[in-house]
């Protein structure tokens, strides 16, 4: 099959919410009653923020893991980005309550993973391979002519102008132990709603110029809170800043979809 033939998927937030993950994975098509790849030679991308906030961030992380294998297995593919969730949550792992050089108060990764919904659990049960994995995932991609990033922020082009220096920069920080360069990592992650506004436009244009793609896609940003509604009412992607921006983040953690979309996403089919 054609890659330009191959059905391409883009998987918001999921924040420990397995079942609802394999729910909707399951209503797409793409994972069977057993848990398994369904999806053929189909592409998926996962946008980040598999932890926190939810009860199973590590069954998260291990579906996802094991979808990796079984997708190539079958001729297609899954991949993830990071996301601000899981630098938070290598940043408790790596560094713990060790304080951030900073003139703005008292910072660690402890104190901001328990104030973001940090869960125990997954802390204890992350493993060496977890670790290694996450750490090696990119921060930004393309997929169907898409820009694909976790964080609704320009602050992605702090680390370079295209896609491999941008995904080697934070890969290199990663590797090391400079907990300022991680406490950046984060907090450039956090920032978002870069193309709201009627300036959103000509951002998201910037954006595109900079790295590529005719259309962004983010998660990070819970669809019901740019719109101004209740999660339960979120039905759909949100797609945004004259077409050109495309939110995915339906907010399952407090009530809303778990959002498995397909791209290109047409908003009246």
Known sequence: ??????????????????EELAT??????????DDRWAGGE????FLGDFVDRGPDGIG???????????????????????????????????????AVPSDFGVRSFARSWLLNGGRPDDIKGLTDRHLEWLSTRPVIAHAEDHLLMHS??????????????????????????????W???????????????????EVADLMLQRLGG???????????????????????????AGGKVLGVDGGVFVGGPMLVVSLPYDEDE
């Open 214 to 240: 005719t259309r962004i896609v983010h998660g990070h940003s819970v669809i019901a809170d740019q719109m101004g509604v209740a999660p339960e009412e979120i039905t759909k992607p949100l797609l945004y």
């Open 183 to 201: 406490w950046e990592i984060w907090r450039r992650m956090t920032t978002r709603y870069a193309f709201r506004g009627p300036d959103g436009p």
């Open 42 to 45: 189909s592409r998926v991308w």
């Open 24 to 33: 909707a994975l399951r209503a797409a098509g793409l994972l069977d009653d």
């Open 60 to 98: 998260v992380i291990n579906l996802v893991m094991d979808l990796v294998d079984q997708a190539a297995d079958a001729g297609g593919s899954v991949d993830t980005l990071l996301g601000n969730h899981e630098i938070l949550m290598l940043g408790m792992y790596a560094f713990g309550d060790t």
């Open 152 to 181: 609704d922020t320009t602050e992605y082009l702090e680390w370079g102008d295209d896609e491999k220096s941008i995904n080697d920069a934070v890969r290199e920080i990663l590797a090391d132990d400079d907990l300022t360069e």
């Open 1 to 18: 099959m054609d890659d330009r033939e191959r059905p391409t998927y883009v998987v918001g937030d999921v924040h420990g919410h397995r």
